[in-house]
């Protein structure tokens, strides 16, 4: 099974000011095929389902602002928020869909300071 | 719009049974691989089951594998878990979420709003 570790568990920002989510995996998730790397992240505000937010580590999806950015390759994946807002707090995971069984990272929790 | 609305979830003795249906509305649900996954209270999220767009595909957790069935009909836009042998780590909220694709390896574009189901004596 390809284990996916996010790093912090949780962080406070400051409005306004940046923040990093890291994701690593235990295999590469990057299909040589298509060279797309098999990664998602997802916001997960409390009560309500997750969202999908990037895809193939670094593709916003519609609608996204664009504060938030997905970077890496491989097995080494980033999510950067640039400037956290009061409704960016909210539970952020990472998900590998290259590989069955599909797995999740263990969630960070993004906090106001 | 595009949605995906989950029923059956409720409280069910360790042991027994439980369905959860998904039925999809606005989209073209035969194109789509449809996930389940779940949370369990306090936890994250956690990958049950996947299955593609003819149901060719299927794929299972290791946790729910010979307790749980995936299905779907397409003709009825609707995406079902057979949940059997239920035990008390099963309590979850669960939801089913569209794969942006017709195979099970596609990041998950659309979700439920989720079934609560309690395994409890």
């Known amino acids: 099974d390809i284990v996916m570790t996010q790093s912090p568990d949780s962080l406070a920002v400051s409005l306004g000011e940046g923040a990093t989510i890291n994701c690593k995996s235990s295999?590469?998730?990057?299909?040589?095929?298509?060279?797309?790397?098999?990664l998602a992240w997802y916001q997960q505000k409390p009560g309500q389902p997750p969202k999908l937010l990037i895809s193939?580590?670094?593709t916003r999806e519609s609608g996204v602002p664009d504060r938030f950015s997905g970077s890496g390759s491989g097995t080494d994946f980033t999510l950067t928020i640039s400037s956290l807002q009061a409704e960016d707090v909210a539970v952020y995971y990472c998900?590998?869909?290259?590989?069955?069984?599909?797995?999740f990272g263990g969630g960070t929790k993004v906090e106001i300071k | 719009e595009v949605q995906l609305v989950e029923s059956g979830g409720g409280l069910v003795k360790p042991g027994g049974s439980l369905r959860l249906s998904c039925a999809a509305s606005?989209?073209?649900?035969?194109?789509?691989?449809i996930n389940w996954v779940r949370r369990a209270p306090g936890k994250g999220l956690e990958w049950v089951s996947s299955?593609?767009?003819?149901?060719?595909?299927?794929y299972y957790a290791d946790s729910v594998k010979g307790r749980f069935t995936i299905s779907r009909d397409n003709a009825k836009n609707s995406l079902y878990l057979q949940m059997n042998s239920l035990r008390a780590d099963d309590t979850a909220v669960y939801y089913c979420?569209?794969?942006?694709?017709?195979?099970?390896?596609?990041?998950?574009?659309?979700w439920g709003q989720g079934a609560m189901v309690t395994v409890s004596s």
């Open positions: 979420a569209r794969g942006s694709g017709p195979h099970p390896w596609a990041a998950f574009d659309i």
């Open positions: 606005a989209f073209t649900f035969s194109g789509y691989s």
């Open positions: 299955i593609g767009s003819t149901s060719t595909y299927i």
């Open positions: 295999q590469s998730v990057l299909y040589s095929s298509d060279n797309k790397n098999y």
């Open positions: 193939w580590a670094s």
């Open positions: 998900h590998q869909y290259y590989r069955t069984p599909l797995t």
